[in-house]
C-alpha cells in the first residue's frame, strides 16, 4: 500500500497575525479524459471516495429500469444521492419509499445515528426520541440499493455485499466512468457499511465530468444522468438539508448550472454542467473547516462563479473572520491556492 503523500498546506489558520493552525490537502480541476488543467498536491494518489460518488452508485438504480419500475419520484431519485441533515423532508421521503417498496427501517443496513441538522438532533432529543436508520445521511442511496436488488430478484438482506449483482454494476459504472480498471477497485467499508473505493483525484474529478456532461457516453446512459443531476438540482435541500450545507448552497447559488458532491473526511467533487470539467479535492485531516473554505475558494479561482448574486451566496464558506464566543475578532481563516 502506498504512503500517504505530503501534500501542500491549502488553509492558513491565524491568531494574532500568526499561524495557529494548517490545513493540508489536494485538488485538480480536470476534463472529461482526465486532463489536468489546474492543480496543487498528490492528485494522482488513490484516496477513499466515500459519499462524493452517490451519484455513480445511483446510477444502477436508474439505468437497469429500477427506478421507473418502482415509480422513483424526482424528490427519490435526489435522495438516493443525497448526504441528508436527516430533517422530516429527508426520513418521511425515505419512509415513503421503502413502504412502496413493501420493505421497512429494519431493511436499510446503514445503522442509525443523530440526525447531522442541530435543531433536529435537539427536538429529537428533547422529546425523547431515538435515532434510528433513516437519520443517517446515507438512508436515501441504501433504499435505491435495495429497490435495485429487489428489481434484480436477488435476496435484499446481500444488498451490501461487494460482490452481490448490485454492488458489482456499481464498481463497473465507477471503472467506466473514472477510467479506474475494475481489478484495481479494491472495496473498504463506508461508515454506512456500503463498500467504498479509492480513486486518484485526477479520476474522481473525470467520473464528475463525464456525470455532468454526458454527451460522449451512451445515449441511454447520458439520459439517465442528466435526469439525476436534474433532480438534485431541483431539489437542493433533499441533496444536504437546510442549515449550512455546501452541496445545498452551491446548487441554489448556481441554480444548478454545477453539481458538487462531498464525501467523508474531506472529499469533495463539484462539476460543471455542459462544459466536460470538474474539480476533485481531499483535504488531508477530514476537516470540514477547510473543506468549505477550500471549495468556495476554487470556485472563485477558477472562473466558475458567475456574477455577484452566485459569490455573495457563497462568501459565507470563504473562511475570513474568526470571532470568539463574546463576538470579538480573534483570527483569520485564509485559502491558500498558489
Request: net charge negative; glycine share 10%.
Given at each position: ?7 501542500p ?38 484516496y ?13 438504480l436508474?439505468?437497469?429500469g429500477?427506478?421507473?419500475?418502482f ?15 436527516g ?5 418521511e421521503?425515505?419512509?415513503k ?26 427536538a429529537l432529543r428533547?422529546?425523547?426520541g ?11 442511496k ?9 428489481h ?31 481489478s484495481?477497485?479494491i472495496p ?10 479509492r480513486?486518484?483525484l485526477?479520476?474522481?474529478g ?24 436534474d433532480?438534485a ?10 442549515h449550512?450545507?455546501?452541496d ?5 447559488a448556481?441554480?444548478g448550472?454545477l453539481?458538487?458532491k ?30 468549505g473554505?477550500?471549495?468556495s ?12 448574486e ?26 491558500v491556492?498558489?
Amino acid at each position: 500500500m502506498s504512503a500517504y503523500p505530503e501534500n501542500p498546506v491549502l488553509v492558513h489558520v491565524e491568531r494574532a497575525g500568526i499561524v495557529e493552525s494548517i490545513h493540508r490537502g489536494a485538488w485538480c480541476f480536470v476534463d472529461v479524459d482526465g486532463k489536468e488543467l489546474a492543480g496543487s498536491g498528490h492528485a494522482e494518489h488513490p484516496y477513499f471516495v466515500r459519499s462524493s460518488i452517490k451519484s455513480i452508485q445511483a446510477l444502477p438504480l436508474v439505468e437497469t429500469g429500477a427506478a421507473e419500475r418502482f415509480a422513483f419520484s424526482e424528490e427519490e431519485l435526489a435522495m438516493a444521492m443525497a448526504s441528508h441533515s436527516g430533517e422530516a423532508c429527508h426520513t418521511e421521503t425515505v419512509a415513503k419509499t421503502l413502504q412502496r417498496l413493501g420493505l421497512s427501517e429494519a431493511d436499510l443496513k446503514c445503522g442509525a445515528h443523530p440526525p447531522n441538522d442541530p435543531e433536529v438532533r435537539y427536538a429529537l432529543r428533547l422529546g425523547g426520541g431515538k435515532p434510528n436508520a433513516l437519520h443517517n445521511n446515507c438512508s436515501g442511496k441504501h433504499v435505491g440499493f435495495l429497490a435495485l436488488a429487489k428489481h434484480l430478484g436477488v435476496p435484499v438482506e446481500n444488498y451490501l455485499d461487494p460482490e452481490s449483482e448490485g454492488q458489482v454494476l456499481v464498481r463497473r459504472a465507477i471503472s467506466d466512468l473514472s477510467g479506474v480498471p475494475e481489478s484495481e477497485l479494491i472495496p473498504g467499508i463506508d461508515g454506512c457499511s456500503a463498500p467504498t473505493y479509492r480513486l486518484p483525484l485526477v479520476a474522481l474529478g473525470r467520473a464528475f465530468a463525464r456525470v455532468t456532461t454526458p454527451d460522449g457516453l451512451a445515449p441511454e446512459r447520458a439520459a439517465c444522468f442528466r435526469n439525476m443531476v436534474d433532480a438534485a438540482a431541483n431539489h437542493p435541500v433533499l441533496i444536504a438539508g437546510s442549515h449550512r450545507r455546501i452541496d445545498t448552497d452551491i446548487l441554489r447559488a448556481t441554480r444548478g448550472r454545477l453539481f458538487p458532491k462531498i464525501g467523508a473526511e474531506g472529499i469533495h467533487a463539484v462539476g460543471v454542467r455542459g462544459e466536460g470539467r470538474a474539480i476533485a479535492l481531499k483535504v488531508d485531516d477530514g476537516g470540514l473547516r477547510a473543506l468549505g473554505a477550500i471549495v468556495s475558494a476554487l470556485l472563485e479561482h477558477l472562473e466558475l462563479l458567475r456574477g455577484d448574486e452566485e459569490r455573495e451566496a457563497l462568501a459565507p464558506w470563504r473562511g475570513g473572520v474568526l470571532r470568539n464566543y463574546a463576538g470579538r475578532e480573534v483570527g483569520r481563516v485564509s485559502v491558500v491556492l498558489s
